[in-house]
């Protein structure tokens, strides 16, 4: 299995699918454990990604850090990825034709990782891995299921260092979150 990661990681970082691949620094693949049953998806590195080559290290980063320890988890226990592997400039959003250019990694590192919960991390995954039209303000903390996995998405750690008032309602999405790993995943909280 590490040979197919490593494989993957590599075709990535050969990939020139869109012009992303000019300007970074770094390609930022993926954090944590590659066999958590847990994996989070953000939409693309920012500038302290593409300075380390690992996701979300920065201010919003530490933030989900933080949001992780609320209930009892930490990268070591889940997988952390984004819809496209290289930074775009200025940190807009990834342009539609960079995310079609960099999706097939993103399905091919799920279908190695096979989890059972996969947590989009703002809009832009949501739209991309939930469903297209998907409002992140209506429909954050919303369960849906395909193929036998759990999606949720909750508002992207930047967005909540951009406006706290979206805080608590983070709060129960996490909570809800916490409750759906105990009741499918078997050894993200073990011996409890």
């Known amino acids: 299995m590490a040979d197919q990661w490593e494989t993957l990681e590599r075709e990535c970082g050969q990939c020139r699918g869109c012009s992303l691949w000019e300007t970074r620094k770094h390609l930022v693949f993926d954090a944590g454990s590659r066999t958590a049953e847990v994996m989070l998806v953000g939409e693309g590195p920012g500038a302290s990604e593409d300075e380390q080559g690992i996701p979300f290290v920065g201010r919003a980063g530490q933030f989900l ?9 930490d990268r070591t226990r889940v997988y952390i990825s ?16 960079e995310q079609d250019a960099c999706i097939g990694f993103l399905r091919r590192q799920t279908a190695l990782l096979r989890p059972k919960i996969i ?21 954050h903390g919303v369960w849906f299921e395909r193929g ?8 992207h750690p930047s967005a909540l260092l951009r406006d706290p008032s979206r805080r608590p309602e983070t709060f129960d999405d996490l909570k809800s979150l916490e409750r759906e790993i105990r009741s499918v ?5 073990p011996s409890e």
């Open 65 to 73: 850090d933080d949001m992780l320890e609320i209930i009892g988890l």
């Open 82 to 97: 984004n819809i496209v592997k290289c930074r775009p400039p200025g940190n807009r959003d990834p342009l539609t034709v």
């Open 119 to 139: 947590v989009c991390l703002g809009r832009i995954a949501a739209m991309q891995i939930i469903k297209p039209d998907f409002k992140i303000t209506r429909e």
């Open 148 to 155: 036998g996995v759990r999606m949720m998405a909750m508002y």
């Open 185 to 189: 995943c078997k050894r993200t909280y």
